[in-house]
């Protein structure tokens, strides 16, 4: 069977099929697979039973579900007031020098994408920054760089 | 004239956490109705911001029939500003859960969720480890009830209680109508007990040490500590537990660089206080205290004179205008238009009164939005365009 396909099927016995079970069981796809794809959509509305539609429309409202295909490491940088006052706006051009996207972009090689998102509560320790579910803060264009180098690393080995 | 520049600096949050099962276990042997007095009695507000009763909240709920009850402990702490609940949840998980079981055990609920932001993922390791050896203790003394977490997944608007609950049921986000309140018709249309986490942890210190201990801090109607989260232009910036009721001139005074500006007492949806208001301005809820009141959900950022007070609503309004959930015209068009609005006032597109106009639909979002999101805009809206006029239009 399909991995995912078996995922929600788990995910599903796991939660129970009621619409509570609904937000878990994409997060569970997301994390797995980065995104939400219209087939996982489907796929999900078959098994909690309740339409398609309103799978997506809840799909949609959240911006840690993403229904596009994004890279391996979903890059979120905090544009919200106090991160953009300490210097995000270097951070940010840093990311895109080293990674050559621009925001709401994806790396040719699937690796990163980058985006910016809402206040992530390092305030006291502004710009901050998310790959996937790590947290940087205190960031520069020096010490964003160093991050980078090392998850390209690390990514590579995986590749290998 | 002597002017003292002290703030009370209080440890009672992030202190005294290991006798936990301690105070569980005797406070579950007092009697429901006590302990709701004695919350009652130590006049506890909400510390998410709004300021509701905490104690006739979990009365209401307790008094509510149902065959099942809910309680949940809102960790979607998505304020610009505001970081003070993850440090609780990270320091100090057992005040919240023993919290929980307590209110539990006050209200008839035998189920507690703690709905995090998605945002503090990194937390769920470790609390869940916490979460399982609190499960633990009270299969041991035999006390019935069940925490577990449920991840939010970055909507700010999901802070809102009922917002919050909508989404714990698989759905949009959107705010629904109140009334009926959640103490009524919450989660799964059930008696629902939702507070925040720093609330539940300034009960736990009232069941320990007694109301009268919270009650004798802070002033008339806003009773007891509360944790700021201080960022911005400061040279310390980090979460502070003090004493409510404490002027903005003290405050900055001891937080601000020399050169403070305005300060946002609130996060985005919150006033901002310009420097010639600093004496007048004192943080607690709405009572009599002198001057203007400032009820807070703990953010205080810290503007100087190096920034530029149109970037800084310029800001807010595109957080507002990604964040509104787009339910109701008010907030939905009226968030889009603002920004639009101060944008053409700014290139010289729109006349200078075109502000004023703009004003008014910040009052009207005021009256007729469904949930404090929209009603809030016209908050931090209203106090920058009043006080940095020029700064919106050169």
Redesign the interface.
Known sequence: MNPIKSLIKDMTKKHGK???????I??AVVEKEKYLSEYSMIEIARQVDIPAAEVY??AT?????ETKPTGRYIIRIC????C??KGKNQVLFAIQNMLKIKLGETTPDNRFTLLE??????????PAM?IN???FTELTPEKVRDILTSYMKMSQINVN | MAVTHQLKRVDFIFSNENDWEKVLSTTINKKPTDLINELISSELKGRGGAGFPTGLKWKLAAEAKADSKYIICNADEGEPGTFKDREILSKVPYKVLTAMAVCGYITGAKEGFIYLRGEYKFLTPELNKAIKEFDYYCKEIKFDFKISIFMGSGAYICGEETALMESMEGKRGEPRNKPPFPTQNGYLDKPTVINNVETLAHTYTIFKYGAKKFYDLGVQYSRGTKLFSVSGDTPKPGIYELELGMSLQDFVYEFGDGDTKAVQVGGASGFLVPRKKFKDAAIGFKGKLTGISLPTGGSMMLFNSSRSMFNVLDNYLEFFREESCGQCTPCRVGCQQLLLGIKAVKRGEKPASYLSKLLRLTETMQYTAKCGLGQSVANSFSSIVENFHEEMIY
């Open positions: 009621t619409r509570e079970s609904l937000l878990p994409m997060q429309g809840t409202f959240y911006s840690f579900i544009k919200t007031i106090t953009a006052m998102t809402n206040c992530l509560g390092w305030c006291h320790k502004a998310m579910d790590e947290v």
